[in-house]
């Protein structure tokens, strides 16, 4: 079993920044993608970042490239989301998510076995 925490959510007005955190603890040899995702009411949930544990690249969603980061500290067994340049379309609840997802399907919510609470982040005009 894996357990993830998220934190660091908040307000913030346009333009802003946020780092959101997930500390992971368990099981963490079985993960093979640690990712974000999020969800705005009355939305699907998407991803929006997410990393292979075991080499490879980094990949984003196009709608925050360029403004969000993903990193790890593995010390902590944590992963950050640093968001910057906030706009109101941002708003969501943000989760963290753990799992063996299939290649081709990182961003796909079927891949992950692991979820964390999920942190609201809000962003004003």
């Known amino acids: 079993q894996v357990q993830l925490v998220e934190s660091g959510g908040g307000s913030v007005q346009a333009g802003g920044s946020l780092r959101l955190a997930c500390a992971a603890s368990?099981?963490?040899?079985?993960?093979?993608?640690m990712a974000w995702f999020r969800q705005a009411p009355g939305k699907e949930r998407e991803g929006v970042t997410w990393?292979?544990?075991?080499?490879?690249?980094?990949y984003y969603a196009d709608s925050v490239k360029g403004r969000f980061t993903i990193s790890q500290d593995n010390a902590k067994n944590t992963v950050y989301l640093q968001m910057d340049s906030l706009k109101p379309e941002d708003s969501a609840m943000y989760y963290c998510?753990?799992?063996?997802?299939?290649?081709?399907?990182?961003?796909?919510?079927?891949?992950?076995?692991?979820w964390g609470q999920g942190t609201q982040v809000t962003v004003s005009s």
């Open positions: 998510a753990a799992g063996t997802p299939s290649f081709g399907y990182y961003s796909s919510v079927s891949g992950y076995q692991f």
């Open positions: 368990g099981y963490l040899n079985s993960i093979k993608v």
């Open positions: 990393f292979s544990t075991r080499g490879g690249g980094t």
